[in-house]
């Protein structure tokens, strides 16, 4: 059962009476999010994806709690302080999805309570903090074809972020 194929006369390499699952893992990089050196901010989450007769139920939800490294920055009369916490820029609280004829599987992830990195920044003997407002979630929706391999279905990078999602067929 688990990852077994067939080739169904509609092209689809997905016999939907089998049942299909997915690890699917999402990691996002933003860059300098100090605004003063060039720390790295990291956060991820991991989720089963398991397609039945072509509705696809999200389980197995984890949230990694985010980091930063190097935390922390001092030079002269300025320094910089990640402030943690425990949820970050990812947080995805349920989801789902539909594989369509072709074998392309949609899922829409929903997340809550989301923020942006959090810091204490001194310069010049003046002492602020900024970030952690809360923002929408970085990725609602992820498209992936039903094959049996692994599969890179994002890597992408914009100015100072960079967002990979890995999909593995669970056996």
């Not at 190097?70 to 789902?96: E, K, L």
């Not at 809550?112 to 903090?129: C, D, L, R, Y």
Request: hydrophobic share 35%; net charge negative; proline share 7%.
């Amino acid at each position: 059962m688990g990852c077994s194929k067939s080739s169904p006369s509609n092209g689809s390499n997905f016999n939907s009476s089998l049942g299909l699952s997915f690890n699917v893992k999402i990691v996002v990089n933003i860059f300098r999010t100090s605004n003063l050196y060039d720390d790295v901010y990291s956060d991820s989450a991991t989720c089963e994806a398991n397609v039945d007769n072509g509705i696809v139920a999200i389980t197995n939800i984890h949230n990694h709690v985010p980091n930063v490294s190097p935390p922390n920055y001092a030079s002269g009369n300025s320094s910089a302080t990640w402030i943690p916490n425990n949820i970050g820029v990812i947080n995805i609280v349920s989801g789902s999805g539909l594989m369509d004829p072709s074998g392309i599987i949609s899922i829409s992830l929903n997340e809550s309570e989301t923020v942006n990195p959090k810091w204490q920044v001194t310069q010049a003997g003046t002492t602020t903090i900024f970030g952690g407002e809360p923002i929408p979630g970085v990725l609602p929706v992820v498209v992936f074809d039903d094959e049996d391999k692994d599969q890179v279905v994002l890597n992408s990078s914009i100015p100072q972020t960079k967002y990979t999602i890995n999909v593995n067929p669970i056996h």
